[in-house]
């Protein structure tokens, strides 16, 4: 789940961060259940930037994350990556 379009993605040999860092933000968002604040806290960044993420992640992936079986299947998902 990472974002396409980063413009710092040049900048790294491995591409860019957000490939490590928007899973992360998602999972947090999703254990979070759906508390922006709380979730930015836990991985600290700014509310807005992990609202930018997940409005980046319903664009790319076609996510209905105000669907309760989507969220579940993400977080399903999220999880099993991690590990």
Do not use: K
């Amino acid at each position: 789940m990472g974002g396409g379009s980063c413009p710092g993605r040049s900048a790294y040999p491995d591409g860019c961060p957000c490939r490590v860092q928007t899973p992360r933000r998602v999972t947090a968002w999703l254990d979070a259940t759906g508390d922006i604040a709380s979730a930015a806290a836990h991985v600290r960044v700014h509310p807005n930037t992990l609202r930018h993420r997940l409005r980046r992640v319903r664009e790319l992936f076609g996510l209905d994350l105000n669907d309760p079986e989507v969220r579940l299947a993400a977080w399903l998902e999220l999880r099993v990556a991690q590990r």
